[in-house]
């Protein structure tokens, strides 16, 4: 009877013990949760590269501000200003009465002999042949509209360049976070495992299994410190600043499908037109110019018997058989004008591609996002009973350590979904032109 009484109390003490332990070795359980951060045992110490990218929030810069900032920064600035002085200079010269330089001849003669002295003046002025005015001032308005729609196709990429640095750092960021809170979730583990071993209720193993594991994820979360600087650093590259807007999510357009008003098809298809109008611009040059030459010659002699004449004269002069010399600038342009042609088609489908590719993504990233929430719900759950049992003894830790690590995993899962969601929402406005 004693023995059976000694036993119970022995039970009840080891059940006491055990609790006891799991309320201790298990309180940080919560840390798992998105809104806690958990804290870096003391003990642990962690090396971290000397390297640090910061940037801040800033609540009153936009997603469209920061792309304006951003083109007024980027190198291709100062070649959309010189499609512009382009444009202007074309503008000019259509406007002019004549469609070239005109030329003064002046000239001096003089006979000793007869003591006779002639001067000459001639005027040359090249005309605009037929048509040729209206085809090079709708050359001028062809260059002036595609200075502006090529300036609207860079923005759109360079909106594509801040989108996807924005997003790739949001992710860099949530991993490193997530390494962060697995850092500190082991460094407690470990110091526990510490407590027990030394009790004796653990084996030395143990202790060395969970030593391994702290130094991976101390790994880990210097390999995730380090991408999130390198992607803090591209956006800064991008940018050309430190500033990040605080929200920058956007809102999926009702676009289906790629239409020509995409600014990428309209910048190509301005270059086009510049061609096309260059090409009927040279081809009414014809044979050459027209040009209208008008002279005056003065006689005088210093005979006192002679008379001074002065004699005025007026001319046109014709071009004519010169056209074969002209085909091979036309067959330059023409040449060029294909090549744009081609690269057109080539772009629209890559466009096609893009945006087939963005509607996908975001179709199973939203699936993904709804089985990745119910694993996350599943796994936590699965966590506990998992503690609960290696509490009492029913698992070893290397069964722990699986399960931690699984759970870990489709917590980290769970949130890179969220993000993507938006990531793709972005990605998805950009595959259809539409600037933030």
């Known amino acids: 009877m ?27 359980t919560p840390l798992l949760a998105d809104s806690i951060m958990p804290a870096v045992d003391a003990d642990a110490k962690i090396t971290v590269v000397d390297h640090l990218d910061s940037v801040m929030a800033d609540s009153k810069l936009t997603l469209s501000k920061l792309v304006d900032i951003t083109m ?13 002085e382009e444009a202007a200079a074309l503008s000019e010269r259509s406007k002019s009465w004549t469609s070239g330089a005109a030329q003064v001849a002046l000239g001096y003669q003089s006979m ?20 040729q005015r209206d085809a090079q001032h709708q050359l001028a308005n062809q260059a002036e509209n595609s200075a502006q729609l090529q300036a609207s196709g860079v923005k759109l990429r360079v909106a594509g360049l801040v989108r996807e640095a924005l997003w ?44 391994t594991e702290l130094l991976q994820k101390r790994s ?39 239409s020509q008003a995409h600014p990428i098809l309209q910048s190509i298809n301005s270059q086009i037109d510049v061609k096309q109008a260059e090409l009927k611009a040279h081809q009414a ?6 040009n209208v030459i008008a002279g005056i010659l003065s006689d005088e002699g210093y005979d006192a018997r002679s008379n001074k004449a002065e004699f005025f004269n007026v001319g046109v002069s014709i071009p004519f058989g010169g056209s074969a010399h002209l085909q091979p600038q036309i067959a330059a342009i023409n040449v060029q004008l294909n090549k744009l042609i081609a690269e057109r088609d080539l772009l629209y489908r890559s466009l096609e591609q893009a945006h087939h590719e ?35 003894g029913e698992i070893g830790l290397m069964d722990l ?15 890179e979904r969220a993000v993507m969601i938006q990531r793709d929402r972005a990605f998805y406005n950009q595959a259809v032109g539409v600037m933030p």
């Not at 509607?359 to 503690?387: F, G, I, Y």
């Open 2 to 28: 004693v023995c059976s009484c000694v036993i119970k109390k022995n039970a009840i003490s080891v059940i006491v013990r055990s609790s006891l332990f799991f309320l201790i070795c298990f309180s940080w």
């Open 72 to 84: 007024e920064k980027y190198p291709d600035s100062s070649w959309l200003t010189a499609l512009e």
């Open 112 to 131: 000793s002999t007869f003591k006779l002295n002639y001067g000459t003046a001639n005027l040359q002025v090249p005309l605009w042949n037929l048509g």
């Open 168 to 211: 790739n750092m949001a992710l860099a960021k949530i991993r490193y976070e997530q390494a962060q809170a697995e850092l500190g979730v082991y460094a407690h583990l470990l110091s526990t495992i510490k407590r027990r071993v030394e009790a004796g209720d653990l084996p030395r193993a143990d202790d060395l299994l969970a030593q």
């Open 220 to 258: 880990n979360y210097t390999l995730a410190e380090a991408e999130l600087m390198h992607a803090r650093k591209r956006y800064m590259s991008i940018t050309q600043q430190a500033l990040v807007p605080s929200i920058y999510e956007e809102k999926l357009v009702d676009l289906k499908e790629i």
């Open 285 to 290: 040059i014809g044979s050459g110019q027209t």
């Open 358 to 392: 963005a509607e996908h993504n975001l179709e199973v990233n939203k699936v993904e996002l709804d089985n990745a929430n119910e694993q996350r719900a599943v796994s936590e759950q699965l966590l506990s009973m998992t503690q609960l049992a290696f509490s009492v």
């Open 401 to 415: 350590l699986k399960i931690q690590s699984r759970t870990q995993q489709a917590i980290l899962t769970a949130k």
